[in-house]
């Protein structure tokens, strides 16, 4: 079983930075894809970035280039470093496991199987 537990949320002004965290408690050392996730009030859950069990990172293009993806494999944290950040990153985040070394579809929620509780971040112009 894996718990994770998201945290590094807030609010900040248009262009600032945050970095964000999942602590994964688990007795496994398995290294599976993870990913970073984010749903806007109103809007359907949207996977951001992903990476996989050789810590290759994935994009989705509204966050390439402001956004990295990596995790300290050792410590089981998943961290998403955010820069340049807009009012349209506001949203609840979550980062998710999948319970496979591999997957196809990296983006899509159906994917993963553990999720954290998510961590709100709020970006002010």
């Known amino acids: 079983d894996v718990q994770l537990v998201e945290s590094g949320g807030g609010s900040v002004q248009a262009g600032e930075s945050l970095t964000l965290s999942c602590a994964a408690y688990?007795?496994?050392?398995?290294?599976?894809?993870m990913a970073w996730f984010r749903q806007a009030s109103g809007k359907e859950r949207e996977g951001i970035a992903a990476?996989?069990?050789?810590?290759?990172?994935q994009y989705v293009d509204s966050v390439k280039g402001r956004f990295t993806i990596s995790r300290d494999n050792a410590k089981k944290i998943l961290y998403l470093q955010m820069n340049s950040l807009e009012p349209e990153d506001t949203a609840m985040y979550y980062c998710?496991?999948?319970?496979?070394?591999?997957?196809?579809?990296?983006?899509?929620?159906?994917?993963?199987?553990?999720w954290g509780h998510g961590t709100q971040v709020t970006v002010s112009s």
């Open positions: 990476i996989d069990s050789a810590d290759n990172p």
């Open positions: 998710a496991a999948a319970n496979v070394p591999y997957i196809l579809t990296p983006m899509l929620p159906d994917t993963y199987y553990y």
């Open positions: 688990t007795s496994s050392s398995a290294r599976h894809h």
